[in-house]
């Protein structure tokens, strides 16, 4: 990226990577832990680290989890995503970046590869999951400010495209920090 970009956008765009294989995984993780301020799963990533089932609508269960994961990534911010929701747990005002990763996941799903401006405003001012409202509702009264959490979309689909929904979420996420100045 260019030295004229800005510098919130500069620091987003550094070591990004997703290995497969858990022990080289694992050690590209430890080698960029000093150099990362946000780290990012999915639910499946979660509960393979974890080696359990997470119970993904208990506020209580997500919180222990949260508190097992931090210790194997001690990062200062820790975003999970899933179909019922994204957070992120730390330091920092990430509902917004969260809320934009969401969208853009949930208009990939609805509309694949080939959707326009006009299907994302469409899906932003559809309702959220109750469930998951419910969820985030507790899970903040039980963490605090120290979590932000963003209730996934309610819809009903016929042919959902379900590949690529967490590398676009992973798109959505930054570009959202970046356009906001995020330090």
């Not at 499946?44 to 269960?61: F, I, N």
């Not at 200062?76 to 509902?95: D, I, M, N, Q, R």
């Not at 326009?116 to 559809?126: A, F, I, M, P």
Request: proline share 6%; net charge negative.
């Amino acid at each position: 990226m260019s030295s004229s970009a800005p510098a919130a956008a500069r620091k987003l765009t550094g070591p990004i990577a997703a290995y497969h294989e858990p022990a080289f995984s694992r050690r590209v993780r430890e080698a960029l832990l000093p150099q990362i301020d946000v780290y990012g799963m999915n639910e499946d990533e979660l509960q393979s680290y974890l080696g359990r089932q997470v119970g993904l609508l208990s506020a209580e269960d997500v919180a222990d989890a949260r508190t097992a994961v931090h210790r194997l990534i001690p990062v200062s911010t820790l975003v999970l995503h899933t179909k019922f929701w994204a957070l992120a747990l730390g330091p920092g005002e990430y509902a917004g970046a969260l809320d934009n990763g969401t969208l853009m996941a949930a208009t990939r799903y609805c509309h694949g590869d080939d959707f326009t401006d006009e299907d994302v405003e469409r899906l932003r001012r559809r309702p959220r999951r109750p469930e998951s409202v419910v969820f985030a509702a507790a899970l903040r009264a039980r963490m605090g400010e120290a979590v932000d959490c963003v209730p996934g979309f309610e819809f009903d689909v016929q042919n959902p495209t379900t590949v690529g929904l967490g590398d676009t979420f992973v798109g959505g996420f930054p570009a959202e920090l970046a356009l906001k100045g995020h330090r």
